[in-house]
């Protein structure tokens, strides 16, 4: 029963070719994209960080700058 | 004209989407699992082609997705050439891959059918070639959107592509009625009805539509990975100036 299943009629190395291509390019499409969401949503929030933090040291030191001048 | 403005907003977009996203999954994994069900073992074998048939219930839904994406890749860069819509050419480029994937399914997997049916792998007659055509397409647009250094003008150039090689997409659908062909004639998509058994066309149609709601849950993956990708584009300009 599940070896004639598996034997599709002779033609198994076709059939089972066939589906095992579709699997592999649909796999790995979605975990390529799911990697680059995940790398470009860290590196965006590194970066966010990065100049986030320097702006408002500019600021901080805009403020000090305004304190001295008074 | 309303719902097109409203999407032209990208972060209630991206928000929309993510809100969709579980539900794609859900669906997209019950119409494939019903779909690989009917098609391998609740289905007859054809009474020419015996059990390749089954390679129809992927290699179909396919090309199917191969022809749409390009389709909805040249609406999309219509609409950012015309209307300048902001997803439209995001939607574009995150589609691409998805498109250039099915492609080559639909290539390797009628490949696969070919040698057993006809007796070789490929001819170069007007279906297979003009598909072959469109999977170099889809790899043109990839290459030529990255080729500038300012993406503006690789979006630009990569849509007018997309306009001028959609003429191939009649081609494709056309083929096996303008030209003499080893390929099977349309029997889904026919003006009389589906020329193919209920038990056949159930697994096909599922297939299709699991294929479909994929497409849809990869690109919203993409799109949101394209949005991010820009977002840092622009952090980056705006703190070096």
Same mark, same amino acid.
């Given at each position: 029963?599940?070896?004639?299943?598996? *034997?599709?009629?002779?033609? !198994?190395?076709?059939?089972?070719?066939?589906? !095992?291509?579709?699997?592999?390019?649909?796999?790995?499409?979605?975990?390529?994209?799911?990697? !680059?969401?995940?790398?470009?949503?860290? *590196?965006?929030?590194?970066?966010? *960080?990065?100049?986030?933090?320097?702006?408002?040291?500019?600021?901080?030191?805009?403020? *000090?700058?305004?304190?001295?001048? !008074? | 004209?309303?719902?097109?403005?409203?999407?032209?907003?990208?972060?209630?977009?991206?928000?929309?989407?993510?809100?969709?996203?579980?539900?794609?999954?859900?669906?997209?994994?019950?119409?494939?699992?019903?779909?690989? %069900?009917?098609? /391998?073992? #609740? +289905?007859?074998?054809?009474?020419?082609?015996?059990?390749?048939?089954?390679?129809?219930?992927?290699?179909?839904?396919?090309?199917?997705?191969?022809?749409?994406? %390009?389709?909805?890749?040249?609406?999309?860069?219509? +609409?950012?050439? $015309?209307?300048?819509?902001?997803?439209?050419?995001?939607?574009?480029?995150?589609?691409?891959?998805?498109?250039?994937?099915?492609?080559?399914?639909?290539?390797?997997?009628?490949?696969?059918?070919?040698?057993?049916?006809?007796?070789?792998?490929?001819?170069?007659?007007?279906?297979?070639?003009?598909?072959?055509?469109?999977?170099?397409?889809?790899?043109? %647009?990839?290459?030529?959107?990255?080729?500038?250094? #300012?993406?503006?003008?690789?979006?630009?150039?990569?849509?007018?592509?997309? /306009?001028?090689?959609?003429?191939? $997409?009649?081609?494709?659908?056309?083929?096996?009625?303008?030209?003499?062909?080893?390929?099977?004639?349309?029997?889904?998509?026919?003006?009389?009805?589906?020329?193919?058994?209920?038990?056949?066309?159930?697994?096909?149609?599922?297939?299709?539509?699991?294929?479909?709601?994929?497409?849809?849950?990869?690109?919203?993956?993409?799109?949101?990975?394209?949005?991010?990708?820009?977002?840092?584009?622009?952090?980056?300009?705006?703190?070096?100036?």
């Amino acid at each position: 029963m599940l070896r004639d299943f598996l *034997e599709m009629g002779g033609y !198994a190395t076709y059939v089972w070719s066939s589906y !095992a291509v579709v699997l592999v390019v649909l796999a790995g499409m979605l975990i390529a994209s799911l990697n !680059a969401l995940r790398a470009r949503d860290s *590196e965006l929030k590194a970066l966010e *960080e990065r100049v986030g933090g320097r702006r408002q040291r500019r600021n901080q030191g805009r403020v *000090e700058e305004m304190a001295n001048d !008074a | 004209m309303n719902w097109f403005h409203w999407f032209a907003n990208p972060a209630r977009f991206m928000r929309l989407a993510a809100r969709l996203q579980p539900w794609i999954m859900v669906l997209g994994l019950a119409t494939g699992a019903a779909g690989l %069900y009917y098609g /391998l073992f #609740d +289905s007859p074998p054809d009474y020419q082609q015996g059990e390749t048939v089954r390679i129809m219930y992927v290699h179909v839904p396919s090309a199917w997705m191969a022809m749409f994406v %390009y389709t909805m890749m040249a609406v999309a860069a219509a +609409s950012f050439l $015309i209307w300048k819509h902001p997803l439209a050419d995001v939607a574009a480029q995150a589609a691409a891959p998805i498109g250039a994937g099915f492609t080559l399914m639909a290539l390797v997997t009628g490949s696969l059918w070919g040698q057993p049916m006809w007796g070789t792998w490929w001819v170069w007659d007007a279906r297979l070639t003009s598909v072959l055509i469109l999977f170099f397409l889809y790899l043109g %647009y990839i290459a030529l959107v990255n080729a500038f250094d #300012d993406p503006e003008r690789g979006s630009k150039a990569g849509a007018i592509l997309l /306009l001028v090689g959609a003429v191939n $997409i009649p081609i494709i659908k056309f083929s096996v009625d303008w030209w003499n062909t080893l390929h099977q004639p349309a029997s889904v998509a026919r003006m009389d009805g589906p020329a193919i058994d209920p038990s056949m066309l159930l697994p096909l149609m599922l297939m299709a539509a699991a294929f479909k709601l994929y497409f849809l849950y990869l690109l919203i993956v993409r799109m949101r990975g394209e949005l991010t990708a820009r977002r840092i584009r622009l952090l980056r300009l705006s703190d070096a100036a």
